[in-house]
């Protein structure tokens, strides 16, 4: 097991790639936003020309790339939200082929809960229905803060939305 403390530039990504191709296990960090973004910062950190190999050999590779971001809760405190990519073959075809329409990384975990992925909204989703989170705090956090307004339809939003924000 290796375990890089953050994968800044491309050098780092690289050994981290290449002990990872060797069968060790690398865990790291990486400051994106989602797992997405997780996915394309390590890709744009090569040159254009190489981006396709690295894509490839990312897909190849990686087993998991988890995310997290750190709500407040209604209560007081604060609630780890997780946001969990799984390698499997729809994933590794969407990072190997790049995102396009219809064919996206959110969409794979979306319809991965089986695979034991989850996606940011849909856990603010969950925490809103549990009576963790407030609603404007979701909205806050959320990823498509419109999309996750539409979930919620069925439910009344809350006029008691007094909560102080750190990022």
Not at 94 to 119: C, F, N, P, V, W
Not at 142 to 152: D, E, F, S, W
Request: proline letters at 2%; hydrophobic letters at 40%; one cysteine or more.
């Amino acid at each position: 097991m290796i375990l890089v403390g953050e994968m800044r530039d491309r050098e780092t990504i690289e050994i981290a790639l290449k002990a990872a191709e060797t069968g060790h296990l690398v865990l790291s960090t990486l400051h994106t936003i989602d797992a997405a973004s997780t996915v394309e910062r390590i890709i744009g950190s090569f040159d254009s020309g190489d981006q396709q190999a690295i894509r490839n050999r990312f897909a190849a590779s990686f087993r998991y790339v988890i995310c997290q971001r750190l709500v407040p809760k209604r209560e007081g405190g604060r609630i780890a939200v997780l946001e969990i990519l799984k390698a499997t073959m729809r994933t590794r075809e969407y990072i190997e082929k790049g995102e396009s329409e219809g064919r996206s990384l959110i969409d794979a975990m979306r319809d991965g809960a089986l695979d034991g992925m989850q996606h940011f909204d849909g856990e603010l989703e969950r925490l809103i229905r549990e009576g963790t989170i407030t609603h404007q705090t979701a909205y806050l956090f959320a990823t498509n803060p419109g999309n996750l307004r539409v979930a919620l339809a069925d439910l009344p939003d809350e006029e008691d939305e007094s909560v102080v924000i750190t990022r």
